[in-house]
Structure formats: C-alpha cells, structure tokens
C-alpha cells in the first residue's frame, strides 16, 4: 500500500544531542513537508522540499536541519540549538499543487 | 503572509445532531484551496473536505459540506447526523495557488469537537 512512514513514533533525546526523525514516502509526490504540532499552536511548517537536493525554510527552522537526497526520503534533525524541541512531528508529501498526505508522526520528548 | 482563524477552541454536539466549525483566514490571493482537516486520537491527519476558490459551488462530501464566503473569507465546515467517530481536532487550512501551492498549507489552531452520546 502505498503511504508515508515515519520512524520512530516515540524518541527521546537528552539536552545537547542531535536527533533525526525518518520520514519515507513510496506515493512518487514531488514536494515533502515537516510540520511540528503544539497544544494549542496547530501545525507550523519546518521545512518543505519540491525536488531532490533542494529544499526551503519554513516559518520556524531555527534549530532544524533537513536533507532531500532521494525522492523517497526526507529526513528532519533536530539539533541541539533547537531550544524547546519536545514536540508531535509530522511528515507530509504531495503531487504539485494538491492535497497534502500525512504520515503517522513523531513524538519527541526531551528528557 | 495568509494566517488561518479558528475562534472556537472546542464545540460540544448531541449524536446525530448538527454542528458547524468555523473558520475565517486572511489573503490578497485570488486563487487558492481551503481545506477541513481531521485529527482524531491517533493524531493521523486526515482529508475532510477540499475548496477550490475559483469555484462558487460549495464543496460536499456524504455528511461533511462546507459554507464557502469568498468575500467575508469564511469556510466553515458543517457536519449533518454527528457520530461519535467524528471526535476529532478539526484543522482549517489555506493553500495558495501560487507558485503551484508549493509552499504548503497554513493550518489555524483548531477546535476541539466533543461527541455527546
């Protein structure tokens, strides 16, 4: 079936260690999307990816780092001098110009 | 920059009865897409229901329909015969038609819908 992966679904992360979270997409979309999810805040755009090997700032990707070397994949670091990064993450894809499909999502804690 | 409105944290409704979640957002666009949202506990983000602006027909998908206001920039969604399956987050969220949209959706804060048995 085709969808998108997310990996792992629970991490935690002790202060000043970097994090990666996995997000893989078998649906053959052009753009992918990382979204982080707060009480209250909705879903605010991290980074976002129209093709391979390149990729564009959202609204908050101040301690964020991204990588689009493959289609498929999408992998989002969360690095240490993200402040407050404890947080449901969410991994998106879309043909051009339409609906965005999620994945099931992350959820990091710092301990 | 579009901001995306939801001023109802939280709505309670009766089973089977009628709700409507509202919505309001902010562009100088002419062409863009609306959409409802769906994120129940399992936090999936699922498709309710999609506009597109340039089309006056309001958008209806079985007991989901939407109330689209391109002038008052309202898109609010109503959902007819409330069931419990329908506890959820409901997130609108604006996408512009700029650029093929490339940029992806801006989503509002939410509301909260209660199911009351």
């Known amino acids: 079936d085709g969808g998108i992966t997310q990996s792992p679904k629970y991490l935690f992360r002790k202060e000043g260690q970097n994090v990666t979270l996995s997000c893989e997409q078998n649906l053959n979309h052009d753009a992918m999307y990382w979204y982080r999810q707060d009480p209250g805040q909705g879903l605010r755009l991290i980074y976002y990816?129209?093709?391979?090997?390149?990729?564009q700032k959202g609204d908050i990707a101040e301690g964020y780092s991204v990588s689009r070397e493959k289609k498929e994949s999408f992998p989002l670091t969360v690095t240490s001098a993200q402040k407050n990064p404890t947080a449901f993450y969410l991994c998106?894809?879309?043909?051009?110009?339409?609906?965005?499909?999620f994945g099931a999502g992350s959820r990091l804690t710092v301990l | 920059a579009q901001t995306v409105t939801q001023s109802q944290p939280e709505m309670s409704v009766q089973e089977a009865e009628t709700v409507t979640l509202s919505c309001t957002y902010d562009?100088?666009?002419?062409?863009?897409?609306l959409f409802w949202y769906k994120q129940p506990p399992s936090r999936q983000m699922i498709l309710v229901i999609r506009?597109?602006?340039?089309?006056?027909q309001n958008a209806t998908e079985n007991r989901f329909s939407v109330n689209f206001q391109k002038a008052a920039k309202s898109f609010s969604l109503k959902i007819s015969d409330s069931q419990l399956g329908d506890a959820a987050m409901y997130f609108c969220?604006?996408?512009?038609?700029?650029?093929?949209?490339?940029?992806?959706?801006?989503f509002g804060k939410g509301t909260h819908l209660i199911i009351q048995p």
């Open positions: 990816s129209q093709i391979v090997n390149d990729f």
């Open positions: 562009t100088s666009e002419s062409d863009y897409y």
């Open positions: 969220a604006y996408r512009s038609a700029i650029g093929g949209g490339a940029d992806g959706l801006t």
């Open positions: 506009q597109e602006a340039y089309k006056q």
């Open positions: 998106a894809s879309a043909p051009r110009a339409n609906v965005l499909t």
